[in-house]
């Protein structure tokens, strides 16, 4: 049987970043105009399987959701695939979240307890942009926490994802890799469009100059994390279209996996029919 | 000056519902073709006019947000405009809220708390599935509330919508127009097809008996709180298409209205092009 796109595209184990190709098209066969015919597609797809979904959370004959979970450096396209692959769906089954700097209050609960808050309801399709895997990314580069806290996030989180698993949560998380010199050329090109100035600031070159602190610290991530219930995948992000392509393609992929049936009337259509016709 | 495709749509003044035709294409020159093409050109200019907006909203360079508010009888296409017309738009940028009957906590409240809490931040563009409206028309028609309390209710909204504004928001209320004709028989459609039962609940023909009342009360609605600062606009939605329509280019006209600029680097871009070459 061939291998699914999501197996193609996990990782597990230890991992050197710089053996992967920021620019491979793995799984996809053709080029970027084969890629806007194949989103079309899969465009369809995604709208018939989020509608299914959605209808099975609002009939309540279910308990499904998914969550797309996205990190990444800063140029990485976290934002492009919400726009290009998540907006392929209707809105009103999405629910987003881009996870800033904890507030006081969220400092004063345990890491998880500001993620939990935020999981996607049955029937909806999450999206995090940054995750509970913040805290053990910059947590650990910028030494916000001590090494016995680190350790302890890293099965707090295994546990808390394999509840949402449990519980009738499809979790997807998706590291997108790029290399140094894409991200350097995509700041350039923020740096030289008035239009891109508001996405740019200062504090990135800061977070730059520690690139190898935070290619380390994801490798250390997706070897812990990186579960049989919730596998990473490493999705090659130098080529945006690739990129978009590679997560809708997954998430459709995973939408399908559930096999969800539209729910059945729960009540006689044939009475609602006489009843309709009665007004 | 040509009229405005709002000043063309809004209604100011009694009203009677029964003149207004169903089907009418007001503004628009064309048909269901015409209208794809047009909504395909709409799509580009919405998609950059929200950037700016929310780019100003991340930006803290203004307090412009948008708030589209829709209401209308089931089967009018609330959920339709929001995946057709909204769906056109960044899902980041959007902040749905679809209001269900009233919680005990909500309950205990003034009837404006919850809608509150729901209004858009800077930058975004809200879309309310039912509003502040519901307690002037369900609780009108259903006897909810007091007489007095509902002539409290319009002056309220009133006043908490000129706050809105007053603060930087822009409220485009839409009243999605049917007859009971077209009501039938799209609540027919979805008896007919199973993969559409989810969407209908035998609570619609109850309502549907009370067609009058909820049209009388709408009448009142839109007399009452049709004001300069957040006219009411109708929205002939008999054909699917041109509702769509319709919807998308207010939308893009409002945000057109706003002139919004892309906002100023709060950096010195020498500098930081400087610092990035460095790295």
């Known amino acids: 049987m061939a291998k ?11 991992i050197k970043l710089a053996d992967h190709d920021s620019r491979a098209t793995t799984g996809f066969d053709g080029d970027k105009d084969d890629s806007a015919k194949s989103m079309t597609l899969l465009a369809e797809d995604l709208s018939e399987q989020q509608e299914r979904l959605f209808a099975n959370g609002q009939a309540e004959t279910g308990s499904s959701r998914v969550l797309l979970l996205l990190q990444g450096m800063d140029t990485s396209g976290k934002g492009g695939i919400i726009r290009h692959a998540a907006g392929l769906v209707d809105p009103q089954g999405l629910s987003i979240y881009s996870f800033k700097k904890p507030t006081p209050e969220e400092l004063e609960q345990d890491f998880l307890w ?10 909806k399709i999450g999206v995090f942009d940054r995750s509970q ?6 947590a650990r580069v910028r030494q916000l926490a001590e090494p016995a806290e680190l350790e302890r ?3 707090a ?3 808390f994802e394999k509840r949402f698993t449990d519980s009738g949560g499809v979790l997807i998380k998706c590291f997108l890799h790029i290399t140094s010199d894409d991200q350097k050329e995509r700041l350039a090109a923020r740096l030289d469009d008035p239009t891109k100035h508001w996405k740019y600031n200062p504090g990135d070159i800061d977070e730059r100059m520690l690139w190898d602190d935070y290619q380390r610290a994801y490798e250390i991530a997706l070897e812990r994390c990186s579960t049989e219930w919730a596998p990473w995948h490493l999705i090659p992000s130098g080529r945006k279209w690739y990129r978009n392509w590679a997560v809708a393609a997954l998430l459709a992929e995973k939408l399908r996996g559930l096999n969800l049936e539209w729910p059945a009337a729960d009540f006689d259509v044939a009475t609602e029919k006489a009843r309709l016709a009665g007004t």
């Open 4 to 14: 699914s796109l999501s197996e193609h595209l996990t990782v597990s184990g230890p």
């Open 133 to 138: 895997y913040e805290d053990v990314l910059i």
């Open 114 to 123: 500001r993620i939990e808050q935020r999981l996607p309801a049955p029937g």
């Open 157 to 159: 989180i295994n546990a």
């Open 153 to 155: 996030r890293y099965d």
